[in-house]
């Protein structure tokens, strides 16, 4: 069982390319989000996703760009980069619904820098 | 959701017992206490969660106090690997909203 996937793990881009994070699930949840995490810093959300066809913006969703045409896959985009996204990314599914359904599931990070 | 009050850290001697506390005094009676942990690098790991009996699973217990306006987690018997961000959230069950981290308590265990 693979849960949360999420690729490349490394990635280093010059200010103002574009790039594209790519998150899988194969869980069939519904609700899927993508979160940024600084040095010494808290988890905060950039953008979320309930169901195929519906995204909604985060804490922080500037700079990023999110589509969910499956329910398998939420790819992250930053249209033009700059070293403040320089972060560690980190995709989330939960099933949604009743008392499991804040049971997150984490993959395991992608390691981004903007030089 | 409720707000929580975490220690910042703590530490724990190798194979002893961490005892990690939350303090959570304006819980309403449909929220869960939910605990995860961040090991350094990884993404989050759920651990466990309870409403309002004590629960134990093969990771930790949580114990809730009968107020339940604090919790607390136990690692039985504390491991290196165990060393971590540890965070707990309180939270209506099932609610659609999203889950907001803290700051949670770095444990570090120490051999």
């Known amino acids: 069982n693979a849960g949360v996937t999420q690729t490349p793990k490394f990635q280093v881009l010059k200010t103002g390319q574009s790039m594209t994070l790519q998150c899988a699930q194969d869980m069939n949840h519904e609700y899927m989000s993508w979160y940024r995490q600084d040095p010494g810093m808290g988890l905060r959300l950039i953008h979320y996703s309930v169901g195929a066809g519906i995204t909604d913006q985060g804490e922080v969703p500037n700079g990023y760009n999110v589509s969910r045409s499956t329910t398998e896959d939420f790819p992250l985009r930053l249209l033009s980069a700059a070293p403040s996204q320089t972060s560690v990314y980190f995709c989330?599914?939960?099933?949604?619904?009743?008392?499991?359904?804040?049971?997150?599931?984490f993959g395991e990070g992608s390691w981004l820098t903007v030089v | 959701d409720a707000k929580t009050t975490q220690p910042p850290s703590m530490d724990c001697a190798e194979g002893r017992a961490a005892n990690l506390p939350c303090n959570h005094s304006t819980i309403s009676g449909n929220e869960y206490v939910y605990w995860y942990r961040q090991i350094h690098s990884q993404g989050p790991q759920y651990i466990i969660h309870?409403?309002?009996n004590n629960e134990t699973n093969e990771m930790a217990s949580l114990i809730i106090t009968e107020d339940r306006k604090s919790s607390t987690l136990i690692l039985p018997h504390a491991t290196l690997r165990d060393t971590a961000v540890y965070y707990c959230i309180v939270r209506v069950g099932g609610s659609q909203g999203n889950l907001i981290f803290g700051k949670g308590t770095k444990l570090s265990v120490k051999p």
């Open positions: 989330a599914s939960r099933s949604g619904t009743g008392v499991t359904g804040n049971t997150i599931y």
């Open positions: 309870g409403l309002k």
